[in-house]
């Protein structure tokens, strides 16, 4: 029944304006009025229509759809009328129905807003808000648009061109029929500031959904008072004419609202409607502002210079130019401000990091926390992407996969993907304020980005270092295990069987030869063994303090030791014994020193080794120094050599122990 009834109410939408057309044809040389009128109110009436029919249909019980589809049908109504009215006048036969819609034709444009104020009163859930208030509100508007339209049909108010010589009803005397008008007028301005106030105290109310459904109806709902505005202002100026400011802003009232009735219901986040809504009130603003200033420019030119002067015209215009970005900078925070303060407050919060990070104050990889302040969402989270090792990492440059739930927003400039924002599904409007601070966030997330992948690069580097050394002091174990168990082994038994063959040959040249060659590899024995000592001295196994007094028995020079027993990783003790046999070696080779100082100790989760020399100084950086630096360096230490002019020198190595 109810879906038959909604074509049934499209369908008399159609033979209404179907009529109307005809009449109009039949009248048109005479009569074009009403053509002007009907052409203006076509898109609202094909708006409100098509709309109500839609809800109507996808929501029987709800009654926003079926109010704007009754809109639709008075309006129809309306027009047809209006049209029937011409066509009588032009045949010289007004009968009682032609009287009818020819009083309509002045006094009835009440109708136009009545079903429009009426949606007012319950969108976007079709009933009133609750409270006998509210029901006394919507009768009483209901008497007020009655009442209007009964003093103006009933009374003597001369009518709209072209009827101007047809005579009133004249029924009510003056002073009733514009008591009932007054009253009417004052009480249809009541019922539309009440209908505003019901869509305030909703949205107020509202959250998610509904204050998206609200915020689009007040963004058309802005245009009702205008029109109610141009219409009265044109009713009272008008003698003759078509009235056409009447009805183009009527018309655009009409089309607008049910449209934006129409998505705040079906497709609520298809557009992003508080940016439309600034936009235009920006806009709006901006150009009243504008046109001021460029109005009192002329005429103040004008009064100085001349009428006939093009130059207030010229600095006219280049004021508005120059004004124009500043002021709608300016312009948008305000409006921002209060129509939009979410995106208000995170477009705020990212200039402020923008501003720190411009001054050097905070890091590009702290953007992440600026996008959670900026957004109020804890749950928020950056994670940079690398596409050629198809991994996502934090702030921190460590691998992270992402999580398994919530919403994934890829960061994309140009054609390239920076990072991926991951966050927990929430209001509608986060989401749309998150998609602008990524946006204005774009240049900070590619300097991090990179600042990211340089450490994990300087990172890969040092793990790189640290493999080769590893390995390096792997194959010197190896060589000397090899060097001790096999090579060193075989010449001492090679050295044994020489020395059998010896006793047994009798005393003479071979026997003298062959003793020369047994000391000969005894010698060379010796020199196996200290080159296999030093690739790892044995007593490196024992702890550092014992390697370091071997080598200091071993140096040339007079050397003191004073090492800590505390046991460290084999590899920083093994990077510490090399540092001080090479910082030794140039001692005696190259400073001329008297004496060394050995000194090592364990402070703060650190091995601090410190090798001093009183030798001439002024040592410079070349392979051998390189070299220790590179050792230390891929342990995680660092190395700091002191070498002044004839004030000895000396060499520092720190090394991380955590």
């Given amino acids: 029944m109810r879906r038959a009834l909604s074509w049934a109410g499209a369908a008399f939408v159609v033979a209404c304006l179907s009529g109307s057309f005809v009449l109009d044809a039949d009248s048109a040389l005479d009569y074009g009025t009403n053509a002007v009128d009907l052409v203006a109110y076509v898109p609202g009436l ?38 029937y009215a011409g066509w009588s006048l032009v045949r010289g036969d007004t009968d009682g129905a032609a009287e009818v819609t020819i009083l309509w034709f ?6 136009i807003f009545a079903g429009i104020v009426a949606v007012a009163f319950v969108f976007p859930d079709g009933r009133l808000l609750p409270g006998r208030l509210w029901r006394w509100a919507a009768g009483f508007g209901v008497v007020a648009f009655v009442s209007t339209i009964i003093g103006g049909m009933l009374g003597h108010d001369t009518l709209d061109a072209p009827f101007s010589s047809v005579p009133p009803a004249a029924v009510l005397s003056p002073v009733v029929a514009g008591t009932l008008q007054t009253v009417g007028l004052l009480g249809m301005l009541a019922t539309l500031i009440t209908g505003v106030a019901a869509l305030t105290i909703r949205f107020r109310r509202s959250s998610g959904v509904e204050r998206l459904q609200l915020k689009w109806v007040a963004l058309a709902g802005g245009l009702i008072p205008l029109a109610i505005v141009l219409g009265t202002v044109d009713g009272l100026t008008r003698d003759s004419g078509s009235g056409l400011l009447t009805a183009a802003s009527s018309g655009l009232a009409l089309a607008a609202l049910p449209v934006a009735i129409g998505i705040a219901v079906l497709r609520y986040r ?40 093009p130059v207030p015209t010229a600095a006219a215009t280049a004021a508005v130019l120059l004004a124009f970005r500043p002021l709608r900078s300016r312009l948008q925070g305000r409006v921002d401000r209060y129509l939009d303060r979410p995106r208000f407050v995170a477009r705020r919060g990212v200039d402020e990091f923008l501003t720190e990070l411009r001054a050097g104050r905070v890091e590009p990889e702290s953007v992440g926390a600026a996008m959670v302040a900026a957004v109020g969402d804890p749950t928020l989270q950056l994670y940079f992407w690398f596409p050629d090792q198809q991994v996502h990492s934090d702030a921190d440059g460590r691998a992270a996969e ?26 509608p409007e986060l989401a749309r304020v998150l998609n602008d601070v990524i946006v204005r966030c774009g240049l900070a997330i590619e300097v991090a980005r990179l600042r990211v992948e340089v450490r994990r690069r300087l990172a890969e580097v040092e793990d790189s270092r640290a493999r080769l050394v590893a390995a390096a ?16 082994q075989r010449l001492v038994s090679i050295g044994l069987d020489l020395r059998i063959l010896q006793r047994e040959l009798p005393a003479g040249p ?14 060379a024995i010796r020199e196996l063994r200290d080159l296999a000592r030093g690739l790892r001295p044995d007593t490196l196994g024992d702890g550092l303090a014992p390697a370091l007094a071997q080598l200091a028995s071993r140096t040339a020079i007079r050397t003191e030791v004073d090492a800590t027993g505390e046991r460290f990783a084999v590899d920083i003790e093994a990077a510490a014994y090399f540092v001080a046999s090479e910082a030794l070696a140039n001692a005696v080779k190259h400073s001329g020193a008297h004496r060394v100082a050995v000194a090592a100790e ?19 950086a070349g392979r051998g120094l390189t070299g220790l630096a590179d050792r230390v360096a891929a342990v995680g230490g660092r190395l700091h050599v002191a070498s002044a002019d004839g004030r000895g020198t000396t060499v520092e190595a720190v090394f991380p122990c955590g």
């Fill in 602 to 620: 364990g402070r703060d989760g650190t091995l601090r080794l410190v090798v001093t020399d009183d030798g001439r100084g002024g040592a410079a």
């Fill in 402 to 427: 992402l999580p398994s739930s919530g919403l994934r927003i890829p960061v994309v400039r140009g054609h390239e993907e920076l990072a991926t924002v991951v966050h927990t599904a929430g209001h």
């Fill in 46 to 83: 094909a708006a409100t229509t098509l709309v109500g029919l839609m809800l109507s249909l996808r929501q029987p019980h709800q009654a926003v759809g079926w109010l704007l589809l009754l809109n639709g049908d008075l309006l129809a109504l309306g027009a047809v009328s209006d049209s």
């Fill in 473 to 488: 002091e792997q194959e010197r174990h190896r060589l000397e295990r090899d060097l001790h168990d096999g090579s060193q």
């Fill in 106 to 111: 002045t006094h009835g444009w009440p109708v």
């Fill in 270 to 309: 298809l557009y992003d409607v508080d940016r439309v809504i600034s936009g235009t009130v920006l806009y709006v603003v901006l150009t009243a502002l504008l046109g001021a200033a460029f109005t009192v420019i002329v005429l103040a030119g004008g009064v100085t210079l001349g009428g006939g002067s």
């Fill in 510 to 523: 071979l026997r003298d030869g062959l003793d020369q060659a047994v000391d000969g590899l005894a010698e």
